[in-house]
């Protein structure tokens, strides 16, 4: 039986195909590679998810990156003493998918074909952060971040990476901060811990735990949940009738607010419910309007902070978003750090950015900002409440006036 | 079955592949993004003859690659970590194309000898999730869903990486190659065409089934460790994403179904095509692609190879899936 | 709460819940039999049915149930669209075209959401959200009751639709025998335009169902179709009836599951239950023959 594919065909469409390609792609790889005397603007990029599971925070992060660009440029730009006067910066954001080996990619292109000449963070550790942190390493450019727990980022031992977040351990003590200021006829008996079953929620889990001895309370419910289960009655039921008071839950945005849900359909409730990740969006508040009310959320940064910029970029936040933000200051700062490393460094070769960064003690609209040897700077995670639709900073003590409340049975709400 | 290969065919094949080998020797890997766009390409080749050996030759669909690509990543960095085999070692490298062909037969035996057709699809669906699930609840030895971090200190350049896809792709290229023009080829077409003559004429057809099947699963095993190499970082939901399911059966089609360079002409285009995308349209890339899937689908389902071709392809072709008896022949 | 009093509840959710993924797996159930392909777009449809009610109600105040009516011709329309401007094309081309196509279906229709809703997540809230009602010692979700009421109401109306109605005999003539059913003067695309055309609908109102329940957001769509498939596969490929109880069956052992078990296997449970099936009884728990309606 002969096959009459004509062979000859067929491979030089492939070969035309496969020229045509590389003539794109090394197209727009030479397009963006500039001598130095006429570099005109300082080139940032960016691995963010703007598609995909995670895209939600991707938009946000997005804009408040574009948002210290925007201002950056308007006060005509960063200084740089290497070429005597002020480049403004260019961002240029490829999108990682939410995924790490799509993140490894985008930082990838964006270091080789849009020549790069450094890069802010990317969203999640595991998906977006240490992906992005392991490829800027490998091509030695300086990859500025957040949104990375530091243990598992300490690991690696980065040498062109640094990390502005939380500490777990202060982050995981702000409940137990907060009970112990309870009076003692309210005291917190029956703690329960529900934790997401992935990367983030684990560690969380362990530091609970740990400090749960160190408080000395004993949780009566320890359990993780699976990502993106719809119902949580098995949980639920089982929380109810054990009897628990409070509950510690670590989750997404959607998985909480069917939680809530879920408990009020059950008749369940607790006098304190904290809960990262999942319940500090302005969308957990849309969802759940008033049913929202006392629980408790994580998060980076507050607009009411007594620091230069926080309240006027909490309110242009929310005229684009019509909602409130914890957590657009801490990438604003980012940023912030960023601008005052280059001029501190007077270059932009990026091993001495990031030296800059290491040595240098910076103003941002986080408060100071510090790094240690390491490429750790720490800033302190926040806990809020809701209240009529917007989060009320509770911790740190000292920056806030609201008195935290606890929660009454839903029949008395 | 033998087909009579023009000289020409032979030269353009050796021409290319010399082309790909002196290609990062002339340009610094580090600084040139084709390099690295090369690499995955050639993973992504590897990957595709592989499903086509078990769909295009062998006729049965699968989408359980994704679970032998991640095995292997793990046996890697499992391997690796416990301190039994090293950096981009072959000895790793071959222990996971072997682990995911070793599965492949235990799977296969189970699947291939009671499933047809869309229910073998399906079965190799659930094989991937559930292999997921086991390695995120795997404690420390598979790292939970942190998955396994590897030194990436180790890293010096894309040069081997790249030499080394291209040699597992070239592999899994004359591995198919052989393959077909020996005897198990002549089985495995003869059992994609009609099972139960083959069966009639004495072929062995599950032992045959599982071969392709464990062939295909030892590249993606290879795939999958050169892979968790180059990201340092192993873990479920990225290596076992259906992604690595999904995108050697597109490319594959979209090459040619059952042809010899089909994966490979589809491997190179697709990426290609989601590359370019993504520099130029990184906002709504996704929709891009996966308009340009329904395009493709639409008006090239037999694939590029049959461009080449006076609809002779498209005869010979029944369906790939399924046995049912409503199934036409044209 | 008593022992066996959590355990009731805990049926009775996982019924509850389990409807809801059948509403989902008959519309697949209904497509596959009759055109062999796995439509893995299921989900995505389901989402942008919940997007669309989510925008009536938001923008009209109309309440999602009614949502329903306003629900079924539009998406009967887009089905038979569907079909008769994409799929008729590429059934010639064989299966692996058919399912490639609805993927990037499905890939289109996600992001298309994602671009222009934003992929934030979304979230109806009416009167009689998160109210349960006591029966008993016993809470039951309104909401989630609604749900399998519209949920039996649904597979009624296609069974008896399939029964009763020369259309519905005439699809189920075409999934036993395409050929012969061309035969006998049925036209193929007709039939199988109307047959997608029903399986969209049904997407439909499992999106109305899921809007009025649960938050969502464009990426959902996915997690959906793969429960909706085992759903099916357990009920077996092409039986109506058979992917609702499957998908209660599907929802109870899920349920079961997360309680007995921690939350984590759950997922692997379902896997492990969906090859068994398939693998010892291929027809499915409740199909006598691999095509009954």
């Known amino acids: 039986m002969k096959r009459r594919i004509s062979y000859k065909k067929v491979f030089w469409l492939g070969f035309v195909l496969l020229l045509a390609l590389c003539f794109g792609l090394s197209g727009a790889a030479h397009a963006k590679t500039e001598k130095k005397a006429d570099k005109k603007e300082i080139l940032i990029g960016t691995n963010l998810p703007l598609t995909g599971i995670l895209s939600m925070v991707g938009i946000e992060q997005r804009w408040a990156y574009e948002t210290a660009v925007a201002d950056i440029n308007k006060a005509g730009g960063v200084m740089v003493k290497e070429f005597g006067k002020k480049l403004p910066v260019k961002l240029i954001v490829g999108d990682d998918e939410s995924d790490p080996g799509k993140a490894a990619a985008a930082v990838e292109r964006l270091i080789k074909v849009n020549k790069v000449d450094m890069l802010l963070g990317g969203f999640a550790a595991p998906f977006g952060v240490i992906p992005g942190c392991i490829t800027a390493e490998k091509y030695k450019k300086y990859y500025h971040t957040s949104i990375c727990l530091i243990p598992p980022w300490l690991e690696h031992k980065f040498q062109w990476s640094t990390v502005f977040f939380f500490d777990l351990d202060q982050a995981c003590s702000v409940p137990y901060e907060m009970w112990a200021k309870l009076p003692a006829n309210q005291k917190i008996q029956k703690p329960a811990l529900i934790m997401e079953d992935s990367f983030d929620g684990r560690a969380f889990a362990g530091i609970f735990r740990k400090l749960a001895e160190k408080y000395g309370y004993k949780f009566v419910m320890d359990e993780p949940w699976a990502v993106g289960a719809k119902d949580y009655s098995a949980q639920i039921i089982k929380a109810k009738s054990l009897g628990v008071d409070a509950i510690l839950i670590f989750g997404a945005d959607a998985d909480c607010i069917t939680f809530v849900r879920q408990m009020k359909e059950n008749d369940f409730s607790v006098k304190y419910m904290h809960g990262w990740k999942g319940t500090w969006a302005g969308e957990f508040w849309q969802a759940l309007g008033k049913d929202a009310q006392y629980i408790l959320l994580d998060g980076f940064w507050s607009m009411d902070f007594p620091f230069p910029g926080a309240k006027e970029l909490g309110e242009r936040y929310y005229q684009k978003f019509k909602k409130y933000s914890v957590s657009v200051g801490a990438l604003y700062a980012l940023c912030q750090i960023l601008w005052q490393g280059i001029e501190k460094a007077g270059t932009l070769d990026p091993g001495k950015v990031r030296q800059a960064v290491l040595d240098n003690e910076f103003q941002t609209m986080m408060g100071k900002v510090k790094y240690d040897k390491n490429g750790v700077a720490i800033f302190v995670s926040t806990g809020s409440q809701w209240w009529d639709g917007k989060q009320m900073t509770v911790y740190p003590f000292e920056l806030t006036t609201y008195k935290m409340k606890l929660a009454p049975p839903w029949k008395e709400r | ?330 | 709460m008593s022992a066996f009093n959590a355990f009731m509840q805990i049926l009775i959710n996982g019924v509850l819940f389990g409807s809801m993924y059948g509403v989902a797996a008959i519309g697949l159930s209904l497509i596959f039999g009759s055109m062999q392909i796995v439509f893995i777009a299921q989900g995505a449809v389901i989402i942008l049915a919940a997007y669309f009610t989510y925008w009536v109600f938001t923008l009209t105040g109309l309440d999602p149930f009614f949502c329903l009516i306003l629900c079924l011709p539009v998406f009967m329309a887009l089905g038979w669209g569907l079909y008769v401007g994409l799929f008729h094309k590429v059934a010639r081309a064989g299966k692996n075209p058919s399912l490639l196509l609805a993927f990037g279906l499905m890939v289109l229709i996600e992001n298309l959401m994602a671009f222009l809703w934003t992929p934030n997540t979304r979230a109806i809230r009416t009167s009689y959200t998160a109210i349960g009602l006591s029966v008993g010692p016993m809470q039951i979700s309104f909401s989630r009751l609604m749900v399998f009421i519209i949920s039996l109401a649904a597979t009624g109306l296609v069974f008896l639709f399939m029964k009763k109605t020369l259309w519905g005999k005439a699809v189920r003539a075409a999934s036993e025998d395409m050929g012969a059913a061309a035969l006998l003067g049925i036209s193929p695309r007709r039939v199988s335009g109307l047959t997608f055309a029903i399986g969209i609908a049904l997407a439909g109102i499992a999106g109305v169902c899921t809007a009025t329940t649960y938050p969502f957001d464009p990426y959902f769509g996915f997690l959906f179709s793969l429960k909706a498939l085992i759903a099916v596969a357990f009920g077996g490929l092409g039986s109506v009836g058979g992917a609702l109880l499957g998908g209660i069956l599907l929802g109870l052992l899920e349920s079961v599951g997360s309680y007995l078990i921690s939350g984590g296997w759950a997922d692997a449970i379902s896997y492990a239950a969906f090859l068994l099936v398939i693998m010892l009884r291929p027809q499915g728990l409740f199909g006598q023959s691999t095509r009954a309606a």
């Open chain 2, 1 to 330: 079955m033998k087909k009579p290969i023009q000289r020409s065919a032979y030269i353009l094949v050796a021409i290319v592949t010399l082309a790909f080998v002196a290609f990062p020797l002339l340009v610094d890997t580090e600084e040139s993004y084709l390099v690295y766009f090369f690499f995955m390409c050639f993973i992504y080749v590897a990957l595709a003859q592989g499903w086509n050996l078990v769909a295009g030759y062998a006729g049965q669909a699968s989408f359980g690659q994704h679970a032998f690509f991640g095995l292997g990543a793990y046996i890697t960095a499992i391997t690796w970590k416990a301190g039994w085999t090293d950096f981009l070692d072959p000895v790793a490298m071959t222990l996971s194309g072997a682990g995911a062909a070793l599965l492949a037969v235990v799977v296969g035996v189970a699947l291939l000898a009671k499933l047809r057709g869309d229910y073998f699809a399906l079965g190799t669906l659930g094989l991937g999730e559930i292999l997921r699930v086991v390695f995120t609840q795997g404690g420390t030895l598979t790292g939970g869903p942190v998955g396994l971090l590897l030194p990436s200190s180790s890293y010096q350049s894309l040069g081997p990486y790249y030499f080394i896809a291209l040699t597992i792709a070239l592999f899994t290229f004359l591995f198919v190659w052989l393959l077909m023009r020996s005897r198990v080829g002549l089985a495995l077409v003869a059992i994609r065409e009609d099972e139960q003559a083959a069966a009639s004429n004495g072929i062995h057809v599950l032992k045959f089934k599982i071969l392709a099947f464990a062939a295909g699963a030892f590249f993606s095993g290879m795939c999958g460790s050169i892979y968790g190499y180059f990201l340092f970082h192993i873990h479920p939901l990225g290596f076992f994403s259906l992604n690595w399911a999904l995108l050697p059966v597109l490319m594959t089609v979209l090459g040619g179904i059952g042809t010899l360079f089909g994966p490979v002409l589809g491997a190179f285009v697709l990426a290609g095509v989601f590359e370019l995308a993504n520099l130029y349209i990184p906002e709504i890339h996704p929709m891009f692609s996966g308009l340009f899937v329904i395009l493709v689908m639409l008006f090239l389902p037999q694939g590029m190879m049959s461009l080449g071709g006076k609809g002779v392809l498209a005869r010979l072709f029944p369906f790939i899936l399924g046995l049912s008896n409503q199934r036409e022949r044209r």
